[in-house]
């Protein structure tokens, strides 16, 4: 872990009772680097904000079109969806409309992250499904894409398949590395996952956000359909009260996040894009962090920041809800 810095100071009453350190890095069109916290070039797994990225196949083979897919079929393919009523209704339509089954699916059985459906599961007495997985919109959009070039649907999660070539060529190519410079490990729903440094990460997401900087005609027309979708339906790349949604329902942001504590976002009419990891992996800080990055760069859009400090206020409050501390910024971007 290269030197973190200080993001955010956790006060109660007149003690610092918690510290969040992490990285935080700005690129413009360029590739300069504008802003930074920390190491700009901290190497970390992507995590789930790669699955733009790996969306990225189903949509350069028009398999959105072919299928007719409705744009929140179309976003849940991004998703690290919560499991919610929406999500599941949409995940078993997607699977009829492909004609593919749940079975066919490499990540494990789960209860959805949604407490509350999570809750009621429960006491309904269901069991867990792959499906209820928040991963497995990404699944089936991988199962689709086998499925249409005839690629052997078991075993679609090995680095040797050729529908994982061709996703870590994309990468690389979005990123702006050889394929051999990126780090390979196992996600948490069996595929592979994406290792590189925070400046790349943000380069990849510039891209995302300026879909005309991407040499290859079908992946561009590809990632301007993915990103319509993930700014149409906001609420299924992640769930209702999350951070997704609070910046994709600005139609300026590209935006995604991934376990341990890594999140990417770029913004359009900016030209600018961020990447940040969390030093200790936990995500409740990201929109204090997000929506003070927003403010030191004079972001014009106060709706979106004040949306991203609705999930995360200054005030703590106790559960009487009393106020008992405040959360205080540990950086200004450099």
């Known amino acids: 872990m290269t030197k973190a810095a ?133 699944h089936i959009g991988m199962l689709a894409v086998c499925q249409a070039e005839e690629y052997a649907l078991h075993g679609y999660e090995k680095d040797d398949h050729p529908l994982q070539q061709e996703l870590r060529a994309i990468i690389g190519d979005m990123a702006g590395l050889q394929g051999d410079r990126i780090q390979l490990g196992i996600d948490g729903c069996g595929l592979p996952v994406y290792a590189m440094p925070l400046y790349h990460a943000a380069q990849a997401f510039l891209k995302l956000a300026h879909p005309e900087l991407i040499e290859d005609v079908a992946t561009s027309a590809a990632v301007r359909d993915l990103t319509a979708a993930m700014n149409g339906c906001p609420d299924w790349v992640s769930g209702t009260g999350l951070i997704c949604p609070a910046l994709l329902n600005d139609a300026n942001i590209v935006a995604k996040g991934g376990a341990k504590g890594i999140y990417c976002f770029a913004l359009k009419r900016e030209r600018l894009a961020f990447a940040l990891k969390v030093a200790d992996g936990s995500e409740d800080k990201w929109a204090y962090v997000v929506a003070n990055i927003l403010t030191q760069i004079g972001y014009q859009d106060e709706t979106t920041i004040a949306r991203l400090r609705k999930l995360c206020p200054d005030e703590i409050r106790n559960s009487l809800g009393a106020v008992v501390g405040q959360y205080r910024i540990g950086f200004q971007l450099e």
């Open 6 to 138: 200080l993001l955010v100071e956790e006060w109660r009453g007149q003690l610092v009772e918690c510290e969040c350190w992490g990285h935080v890095v700005g690129i413009d069109l360029q590739g300069n680097i504008r802003y930074q916290v920390g190491d700009p070039h901290h190497v970390t797994y992507l995590r789930s904000a790669a699955k733009p990225f790996q969306a990225i196949p189903f949509f350069r083979r028009q398999l959105h079109l072919k299928y007719d897919l409705t744009l929140e079929e179309q976003a849940i393919l991004t998703a690290s969806h919560r499991g919610q009523s929406f999500h599941v209704n949409t995940l078993e339509k997607l699977l009829v409309k492909l004609g593919l089954h749940e079975g066919l699916l490499v990540c494990g059985a789960s209860f959805p992250l949604h407490t509350a459906s999570h809750y009621r599961m429960l006491h309904d007495g269901h069991l867990e499904r792959k499906l209820y997985h928040n991963c497995s919109g990404k």
